[in-house]
């Protein structure tokens, strides 16, 4: 039997909120301000679901297209704006962005 090869169609990335916000309002202008501030109108409309926010705003995990993540990176890296997202793991596989918890003995 032939292998497959699954197409991931998100990318999910992790980031620190600093100084930690509660309001997912603010979190998704913040990566509306930094995507038109690094590319423009256009891509400030980028297609972004926010799939957790952490009970006291210092992380949040976002979704968004494949080909989309590496321009958020890029924007938010270039971003002035408050709060600050700071990357911590990005990943195509979902549940990778769990292990940053886990201690390594």
């Known amino acids: 039997m032939p292998s497959r090869r699954l197409t991931p169609y998100y990318h ?31 891509s400030s409309h980028t297609y972004i679901d926010i799939l957790w926010l952490a009970d006291d705003g210092a992380a949040v995990v976002l979704r968004l297209g494949e080909s989309d993540a590496p321009k958020l990176l890029a924007a938010v890296a270039a971003a002035t704006n408050t709060p600050r997202l700071s990357l911590v793991k990005e990943s195509s596989f979902f549940p990778s962005l769990l292990s940053i918890d886990i201690p390594f003995a």
């Open 12 to 42: 999910y990335i992790r980031f620190a909120v600093s100084p930690p916000c509660r309001d997912i309002l603010t979190i998704r202008k913040t990566t509306q301000d930094a995507l038109g501030q690094s590319f423009g109108l256009v």
